[in-house]
């Protein structure tokens, strides 16, 4: 819904800019005084302004407050597993690895020494979710494992010499 919105609001703003355009091509043909049309339009053009400004600001807010990011895909009243996860050089300490198909999961996910990232993989190796891990800081990730098999938790931060060895893996059945 919010794409759309803001694919429609981004075409309106792009034809209108279009319009503006044509108009003026159109309009420089015609011979006239300049002196005129320059004390009318320098008056013009602040409402103008003033007005695009006012509109791009109350759009942008609408459409930002809708964004995804950082919402639970659970419903009210189905509270999740919470998941400590704690990432080290060079592994994950976590809480739980083992989830029922269609179990909402909050993940709690902090570093102990450096920032990490943080990458749940399916297993055809496409990425389902992530995040940041760091220090002093927790990051949380909701998801709902749809289907079972063996997911992959990778570092996705280049973190040290053995950063490639950085990964487990959790069951859901």
Same mark, same amino acid.
């Given at each position: 819904?919010?794409? !759309?919105?803001?694919?429609?609001?981004? =075409?309106? /703003?792009?034809?209108?800019?279009?319009?503006?355009?044509?108009? &003026?091509?159109?309009?420089?043909?015609?011979?006239?005084?300049?002196?005129?049309?320059?004390?009318?339009?320098?008056?013009?053009?602040?409402?103008?302004?003033?007005?695009?400004?006012?509109?791009?600001?109350?759009?942008?807010?609408?459409?930002?407050?809708e964004l995804p990011y950082n919402q639970p895909v659970y419903g009210a009243?189905?509270?999740? !597993?919470?998941?400590?996860?704690?990432? =080290?050089? /060079?592994?994950?300490?976590?809480?739980?690895?083992?989830?029922? &198909?269609?179990?909402p999961v909050e993940f709690h996910v902090t570093s102990k020494d450096v920032?990490?990232?943080?990458?749940?993989?399916?297993?055809?190796?496409?990425?389902?979710?992530?995040?940041?891990?760091?220090?002093?800081?927790?990051?949380?990730?909701?998801?709902?494992?749809?289907?079972?098999?063996?997911?992959?938790?990778?570092?996705?931060?280049?973190?040290?010499?053995?950063?490639? =060895?950085?990964?487990?893996?959790?069951?859901?059945?």
């Open positions: 819904m919010v794409q !759309t919105v803001a694919w429609i609001v981004s =075409l309106f /703003f792009m034809l209108m800019v279009v319009a503006v355009f044509s108009f &003026v091509a159109w309009k420089s043909k015609e011979k006239r005084e300049y002196e005129p049309i320059k004390k009318k339009w320098y008056k013009a053009r602040t409402f103008y302004g003033i007005t695009l400004v006012s509109l791009m600001l109350i759009i942008t807010i609408y459409t930002l407050r009243g189905n509270d999740p !597993t919470i998941v400590d996860v704690e990432a =080290l050089q /060079f592994g994950w300490n976590m809480s739980q690895t083992k989830f029922l &198909v269609g179990e920032n990490h990232g943080f990458g749940i993989y399916d297993e055809e190796m496409n990425m389902i979710a992530q995040t940041q891990a760091m220090p002093d800081y927790t990051n949380k990730v909701y998801i709902t494992f749809d289907e079972p098999g063996t997911y992959e938790i990778l570092c996705l931060e280049y973190c040290g010499t053995a950063h490639h =060895l950085m990964k487990t893996k959790i069951e859901v059945k």
